[in-house]
């Protein structure tokens, strides 16, 4: 602790865990009926994609001006706070779209306040995690998060087999006040967070993979390359909602509690990715190709126990991206440009996965055997760009 902050940096990681697991109560409660409840109002399948694709573009693209925005200013706390009172104002108003437009927007709005709150937050994130290790901090962070993703969609199950989608979403308003009161009082706890990092008092954490010089390593764009072709063959959750609900290989009630287990299973993941990543580094990414490959066999099944077993795929790869991926760029970027490096990161990130979303949509409309060779071929080359990256890794440090 400092004489300004008045939690440890652990406690800040737990304490900023829950403000997010309340936040995603929110909108992975929302997002789990987003696909059929995009259905309902008239759209297809490619339209599902490219509304879910286009949201995930927004919240991962717009990173790029709004990390900038971060690392420039300085106003971590100011864009984080923006950032979660545009994401939980958003959703509750799902409960009034009568429009499939007015159902986009809101679903766009809420990405958008992601945007704008995560490069502040993570770099605030990565602030204190130099004192308690990148992957255990992330990780940690990310299964708490993961935690309101698994309540919100059995909350959300339970008030659509009551009422419908409408009440699934109105419910929401209760997390979304709680979300906003937490962060108030974190805010107040901990004023500075950079004085995590800046103290002394307690040895750094040190990556072997960390990046030297002050520009972005080859590194860090060769891992870049490498998630994105990824994230190009990984369907959103929309996509393979939609697929349960028109084929009718679940009843309605039970895709949100399907995307629930998903995301529990993305919390364990977390915490088992983080604990890998600051053993062995970067290496464990490998399982990630065949992750998201699984995905397209099993999900797109009209058998309840294999789309059952493709959620568990889903949300295990899902655990990996997003604890791993935070970490690793905190260590490959210079401290003073992490805001600039999650948002270019997430920027090739985004458009990789709006395109692949909306590829995979129009590819669902034509024949889901189309789906899986796509998928299939896509984490094909995922893992030829892997081969390079763990190279560097094995070699050292490689030169910005």
Request: hydrophobic share 55%; proline share 5%; aromatic share 8%.
């Amino acid at each position: 602790m400092t004489a300004a902050n008045r939690l440890s940096p652990l406690r800040f990681v737990l304490v900023f865990g829950v403000v997010s697991g309340l936040a995603d109560f929110v909108y992975e409660g929302a997002r789990a009926i987003v696909g059929p409840f995009l259905a309902t109002l008239g759209a297809s399948a490619v339209v599902v994609g490219f509304v879910t694709g286009l949201g995930e573009a927004v919240a991962l693209m717009l990173r790029l001006g709004t990390g900038r925005l971060s690392d420039r200013t300085g106003r971590h706390w100011a864009l984080s706070i923006i950032g979660y009172v545009v994401t939980v104002a958003a959703v509750p108003p799902l409960a009034l779209a009568q429009t499939l437009w007015q159902a986009a927007v809101l679903v766009v709005a809420e990405r958008f306040g992601k945007a704008v709150r995560v490069p502040a937050r993570d770099t605030m994130l990565a602030q204190a995690s130099s004192r308690i290790g990148r992957g255990r901090a992330f990780a940690l962070h990310e299964a708490l998060d993961q935690s309101g993703a698994l309540v919100g969609p059995l909350v959300v199950a339970a008030m659509v087999a009551i009422s419908g989608y409408r009440l699934g979403f109105g419910v929401l308003v209760v997390p979304a006040v709680a979300t906003l009161a937490l962060l108030a009082w974190l805010r107040r706890a901990v004023p500075t967070p950079g004085d995590y990092e800046d103290s002394p008092s307690e040895p750094v954490s040190v990556n072997p993979i960390a990046a030297a010089g002050p520009r972005f390593s080859a590194r860090f764009w060769a891992y870049t390359a490498f998630t994105a072709m990824t994230m190009l063959g990984y369907a959103t959750f929309g996509v393979l909602s939609y697929h349960l609900q028109v084929r009718h290989v679940v009843p309605e009630p039970l895709i949100p509690v399907l995307y629930a287990v998903a995301m529990g299973v993305a919390a364990l993941a977390a915490l088992a990715a983080g604990a890998s990543y600051d053993r062995i580094g970067l290496r464990g990414l490998v399982v990630l190709p065949v992750l998201a490959g699984a995905v397209a066999f099993l999900s797109y099944s009209t058998s309840m126990t294999l789309v059952c077993l493709g959620a568990v795929v889903w949300g295990a790869a899902m655990g990996v991206h997003e604890s791993t991926m935070r970490a690793a760029v905190a260590d490959l970027v210079p401290a003073a440009r992490r805001g600039m490096g999650y948002g270019t990161f997430t920027a090739v990130y985004g458009l990789a996965w709006l395109a692949g979303g909306t590829i995979l949509g129009a590819l669902y409309g034509y024949s889901i055997t189309i789906v899986v060779i796509f998928t299939v071929l896509t984490q094909a080359l995922a893992l030829l760009l892997f081969i390079p990256l763990l190279r560097r890794e094995e070699s050292g440090p490689t030169p910005a």
